[in-house]
């Protein structure tokens, strides 16, 4: 069996970044499962259907990656498409008590599933999928933040066209 590897996320919607880290994962493993997953704490724009589609758009191009979304406990999601790895982005230093607590909490409810840590590209340190909600909402161009299919999802949940 092939190494396999989930990349989880709100992706509310995806950028650039997650992009980034989406292709550099699937340069290591052999299948990458992105995996839309509730965070208790934010309030979505997209629903997890546009989600998916947005996500399944722009991954198109990347043969051994599958998007998926699941309603419940990361580790239990990996384990039930035989995922022992785990891959999430770092942008800055920022970043880390926020990874730290996730990974010791997965650790703790399925020690064998591994997390491993992608480094954004520099360009993309900035950005999150808050930040470009913001910039859109007020008509800010975004093309170099988001792929094509979300620039115009954003623009039409915004009511910009
Ligand atoms: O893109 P995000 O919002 O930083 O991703 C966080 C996410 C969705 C990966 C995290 O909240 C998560 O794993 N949610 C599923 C529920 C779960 O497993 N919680 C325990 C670990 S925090």
């Given at each position: 069996?092939?190494k396999?590897?989930?990349c989880?996320g709100?992706?509310d919607?995806?950028?650039y970044g997650h992009?980034?880290i989406?292709q550099?994962g699937a340069?290591?493993?052999?299948?990458v499962y992105v995996?839309?997953?509730?965070?208790s704490s934010k309030?979505p724009?997209f629903t997890?259907e546009?989600?998916?589609?947005?996500?399944?758009?722009v991954t198109?191009?990347?043969?051994n990656?599958?998007v998926d979304t699941?309603?419940g406990?990361?580790v239990d999601y990996?384990k039930?498409?035989?995922?022992?790895?785990?891959i999430?982005?770092?942008?800055?230093?920022?970043?880390?008590?926020?990874e730290?607590q996730?990974?010791?909490?997965?650790r703790v409810?399925?020690?064998?599933?591994?997390?491993f840590f992608?480094?954004t590209?520099?360009q993309?340190s900035?950005?999150?999928?808050?930040?470009?909600?913001e910039?859109?909402k007020?008509?800010?161009?975004?093309?170099e933040?988001?792929?094509?299919?979300?620039?115009?999802?954003?623009k039409?949940?915004?009511?910009?066209d």
């Amino acid at each position: 069996m092939g190494k396999i590897a989930v990349c989880p996320g709100s992706f509310d919607p995806i950028t650039y970044g997650h992009l980034d880290i989406i292709q550099r994962g699937a340069k290591v493993f052999d299948e990458v499962y992105v995996c839309v997953l509730n965070n208790s704490s934010k309030k979505p724009l997209f629903t997890v259907e546009e989600r998916v589609q947005l996500i399944e758009e722009v991954t198109k191009p990347i043969p051994n990656v599958k998007v998926d979304t699941f309603q419940g406990l990361l580790v239990d999601y990996a384990k039930s498409v035989n995922a022992n790895a785990i891959i999430r982005g770092l942008r800055a230093v920022s970043d880390f008590e926020y990874e730290m607590q996730i990974t010791s909490v997965n650790r703790v409810l399925n020690e064998d599933i591994e997390t491993f840590f992608v480094m954004t590209n520099n360009q993309y340190s900035f950005l999150s999928s808050s930040i470009v909600k913001e910039v859109a909402k007020y008509n800010g161009n975004i093309s170099e933040l988001v792929p094509k299919p979300v620039e115009e999802a954003l623009k039409k949940k915004f009511s910009l066209d």
